[in-house]
């Protein structure tokens, strides 16, 4: 993989097949985190940069159709369409599932497993950020990048959006994903990495399996948005002006 050493995670989450399947196996931050080169992401990660080249060789192969090539070709409404379809409604159903679900177990093993408590006040407040960070999003972002797009092909002027200038919202959101991601690293922190005790009981598996599919998910959102949806965004606007 040539000048793998020059490339930062973030450039590697989007041009190679399968690298966020592979970061995620590995641990490595390719959303918030992905500015940093691969180098300092394997020592934040705890692993050797050989393995994580060679999982990243092994992963082209293996997730060869798979990747986020295409979305820097096509149009940014698809990609807000897909972002909104795919990862803000799941987030939104799995949040008020994993609401029930989560005072459910603390309920019934609070007592004999204290670290449920702090993992359901993380989990709320991560709740809290995210609904109205992706009503943000839908309500005033979103609409103005369509706007934007649609005015750049159409050859008009682009749209005056009241915050300005793109960047400043966009610098907003990417905050609160940081917010968001210290939230995850302290879920799977107060949980053990979602390892269920022996004493737990099928709800209290079900919990931690979600969260971590939740996890998955919100990386996956989040990469979409920090390393392709806003660079874009911003690129678009500047032409335009």
Known sequence: MPN?????VRELAVDVPGATRVFEELG??????????LVDACFAAGISLEQATAALEAGKERYSREGDGSWQ???LTDLIEHIVRRHH?????ELQR????????????????????????????LRNDLLPHMMKEERVLFPYIEQLEAATKAGRPAPS???GTARNPIMMMIREH????ELLR??????????????????????????????QDLHQHIHLENNILFPRTVALEGAIH
């Open 73 to 75: 070709s096509r149009s």
């Open 161 to 163: 959006p009241l915050f």
């Open 28 to 37: 490595i931050d390719y959303c918030c985190g992905g500015g940093r080169s």
């Open 89 to 93: 409604e799941y987030t939104k159903s």
């Open 186 to 215: 302290e879920l799977r922190t107060a949980s053990r990495d979602y390892v269920v005790p022996d004493d737990g009981c099928v709800s209290y598996r079900a919990l931690y399996d979600a969260l971590r599919e939740l996890e």
């Open 4 to 8: 793998i050493l020059e490339r930062t």
């Open 98 to 125: 994993l609401d029930q679900l989560s005072t459910k177990v603390v309920s019934v093993h609070g007592q004999n497993h204290p670290e449920l408590n702090e993992l359901r006040e993380r989990f709320l407040e």
């Open 178 to 181: 940081d917010g968001a991601g």
